[in-house]
């Protein structure tokens, strides 16, 4: 099996390709497709490239024994380099952290969003009873 890279715009595409020969000639058999990244690859981009990575060829260890698993991600490594620990560290200082809102701040959502639906609901009953007294 052999790693097939291709760029297309802006994106490197990574396949895994299986090669045999019929009748004397290479014929190559697509396996599956390992994932796309933007190029050039921000460290965000390279991340996720990887994890997605890991997750198909977990799906495809029946097909692929652990020699070529190392193959595949060197070869796929001299492409698009692994994700070092001092890169992920600048990311989670970069990200911020996500707001929470606290149990008051929800509470106070609640009982806006129920007013509006009571208001909502008693607007035909305000109706009839406007008809009835005119």
Excluded: Y
Aim: glycine residues 2%; charged residues 30%; aromatic residues 2%.
């Amino acid at each position: 099996m052999l790693v097939r890279f291709r760029q297309a715009d802006d994106r490197l595409q990574v396949r895994l390709v299986a090669t045999r020969r019929v009748a004397g000639r290479v014929r190559h058999e697509h396996v599956a497709n390992l994932g796309a990244i933007t190029l050039p690859p921000s460290v965000a981009d390279r991340l996720a490239f990887w994890r997605g990575l890991h997750e198909r060829l977990a799906k495809l260890s029946h097909r692929v024994d652990a020699e070529t698993h190392a193959k595949i991600l060197t070869a796929i490594h001299a492409r698009v380099p692994i994700v070092t620990a001092a890169e992920q560290r600048t990311i989670s200082l970069e990200t911020p952290k996500p707001t929470r809102l606290g149990v008051h701040d929800m509470d106070a959502s609640t009982v806006r969003d129920n007013k509006c639906l009571i208001a909502t609901a008693e607007r035909p009953a305000r109706k009839r009873r406007n008809r009835k007294s005119e």
